[in-house]
């Protein structure tokens, strides 16, 4: 263990690493809330929300985890009895409708290939064969964590509207807000969340939703609203109710730095890095899978998510060992397979406030511990990562 002592790595999809300006943002005695300086902190976020959904909608910020979100937006617009169409592409969409089914509304699961997006035919089909117009709602995920995929959504937002289907249009960005474009106006998107403590580089505990304007008028109506997710209080004039109640001081400061610091690099150009780091960790994998215990898990490399990669590892290598080695040995945490991939993968996150030697230092550590357990694997996975960030940076 003499090569862990220093700052340790963390390679998982969410929470990811805390810039140290975040952090220092926190460090500061509790203030008025319903007065003062809070007050400012809450109308810069709710415009700064805005701009990293690209939308001239509502925003509402909540003292919640992603799943908060969800119960937010399903309450908020759906009624109880109502039929959703679930997206299926890995665990999160299929997460997001049971919520929705605990709570009341009718949930059916469009099935999808396993490893494969969303099929936008496969949506404009059945949303053609729903001529009654039962289904209220489509809920997916652009990119699911488990899975590590990426669905397109302009194309299914194009096929729902292909099929002249009135259905409400429900994204999850959990995985994708600040990591990679995101046009919730540009693309009909109805409402749309995300969680701090991912692409938006802050600690967990605060979920953020966006709601358009057919989210709006699907509000006045919903009878799943409950105080405190509801809109409708939040839209108060007492500083208090945007929070139902005491707003969670420290996590607003935390955010509103590092908002700061995403505005301050510029979203689009952070949406360049997050491509540039995805494709060093697919130039290593791919290397390495050559000797075949390894793969991806989505094989298409144009349906693979920009901010976390999963691999799956052939049957007979345990990837707890792999991933025991890093963390003890060097200090290295990189994520654990879930969902399918709870006994076979690791997922390399690449997202939040991440640089090129962050990593390839958490690439090269994964390439020495495949070579010290002797796990099979094509050698110079990360000098392949090192090429293809050179090249990259060398054309701009």
């Excluded at 969800?70 to 997460?95: C, H, P, Q, T, Y």
């Excluded at 994708?176 to 505990?205: H, R, T, Y």
């Excluded at 994964?366 to 090192?386: C, F, R, S, T, V």
């Amino acid at each position: 263990m003499t090569l862990r002592q220093g700052r340790e790595f963390l390679s998982i999809p969410g929470p990811t690493n805390i810039p140290d300006e975040v952090l220092g943002a926190m460090h500061r005695p509790a203030i008025e809330i319903y007065s003062g300086d809070l007050l400012g902190v809450t109308d810069r976020l709710l415009n700064g929300l805005r701009q990293i959904f690209r939308t001239e909608g509502r925003t509402y910020i909540y003292a919640a985890n992603g799943h908060g979100g969800w119960e937010a937006a399903i309450s908020n617009m759906l009624n109880r009895d109502d039929k959703v169409l679930v997206l299926e592409s890995g665990r999160f969409a299929v997460g997001w409708g049971e919520m929705a089914a605990v709570m009341g509304v009718e949930v059916e699961v469009l099935p999808s290939i396993p490893r494969r997006a969303v099929d936008p035919a496969a949506v404009e089909a059945r949303l053609r064969a729903d001529t009654a117009g039962e289904i209220k709602a489509v809920m997916v995920v652009q990119i699911d964590t488990a899975s590590g995929v990426l669905n397109d959504i302009p194309a299914i937002r194009k096929a729902i509207d292909a099929a002249g289907h009135s259905a409400l249009f429900m994204v999850d960005g959990m995985a994708s807000i600040g990591c990679m474009n995101f046009e919730m106006d540009a693309w009909g998107v109805d409402v749309a969340m995300v969680g701090s403590q991912k692409g938006l580089m802050a600690p967990p505990g605060l979920a953020l939703l966006a709601a358009g304007p057919k989210a709006v008028k699907a509000h006045e109506t919903a009878n799943l609203r409950t105080h405190y997710w509801d809109w409708t209080s939040r839209e108060g004039e007492i500083h208090y109710q945007k929070y139902c109640g005491t707003p969670p001081e420290h996590l607003l400061f935390a955010l509103d730095k590092s908002i700061d610091m995403l505005f301050a690099e510029g979203l689009d150009q952070a949406h360049h890095r997050h491509r540039l780091l995805a494709g060093a960790v697919w130039a290593a994998v791919s290397v390495w899978a050559q000797e075949g215990a390894m793969e991806f898990n989505i094989p298409m490399e144009s349906e693979r998510s920009l901010s976390v990669t999963p691999v799956v590892l052939a049957d007979g290598i345990d990837p707890a060992r792999l991933l025991k080695w890093c963390h003890e040995q060097c200090g290295v945490v990189v994520g654990g397979g879930i969902g399918d991939l709870t006994h076979n993968g690791i997922r390399i996150a690449h997202m939040g406030y991440v640089n090129a030697p962050m990593m390839l230092g958490t690439l090269s550590v994964l390439e020495m511990g495949l070579q010290a357990l002797d796990i099979p694997h094509g050698k110079g996975g990360a000098q392949a990562a090192i090429d293809y960030l050179a090249a990259a940076v060398k054309q701009n």
